[in-house]
């Protein structure tokens, strides 16, 4: 029921944007949205969460400054605008709602969230 999109081959420094839809007539519009992703060989990992009215973010370090999350409860999508990509950067990115719409301090766990989608391929070259 969560559809993301957007992914593909980018060189360092491009940019990209991730879209995460919601379908099958749920709405996530409550709920809070989280981007995680997984490199080859690696375990998932956080990478962004949003609240349920798109006021509040939360990033992990290695993004700040590059990625910004947002929403449009109009149109059921979260947003991951990611620039200046880096070759670690590199992964399948998730997008996943947690039914709790507030951020707290476990946004970035995964086991946190309720529904996931079926993540898009982020590839960035050197």
């Known amino acids: 029921q969560l559809q993301a999109s957007g992914g593909g081959l980018v060189q360092a420094g491009g940019s990209l944007r991730l879209s995460c839809a919601a379908s099958?007539?749920?709405?996530?519009?409550?709920?809070?949205m989280g981007w995680f992703r997984q490199a080859p060989g690696k375990e998932r990992e956080f990478v962004a969460a949003?609240?349920?009215?798109?006021?509040?973010?939360y990033y992990t370090d290695s993004v700040k400054g590059r990625f910004t999350i947002s929403r449009d409860n109009a149109k059921n999508t979260v947003y991951l605008q990611m620039n200046n990509l880096k070759p670690e950067d590199t992964a399948v990115y998730y997008c996943?709602?947690?039914?709790?719409?507030?951020?707290?301090?476990?946004?970035?766990?995964?086991?946190?969230?309720?529904?996931w989608g079926q993540g898009t391929l982020v590839t960035v070259s050197s």
């Open positions: 996943a709602a947690d039914t709790y719409g507030i951020l707290d301090s476990s946004a970035s766990d995964y086991e946190n969230y309720d529904y």
């Open positions: 099958g007539g749920r709405t996530f519009n409550n709920y809070a």
């Open positions: 949003i609240n349920w009215s798109g006021d509040s973010t």
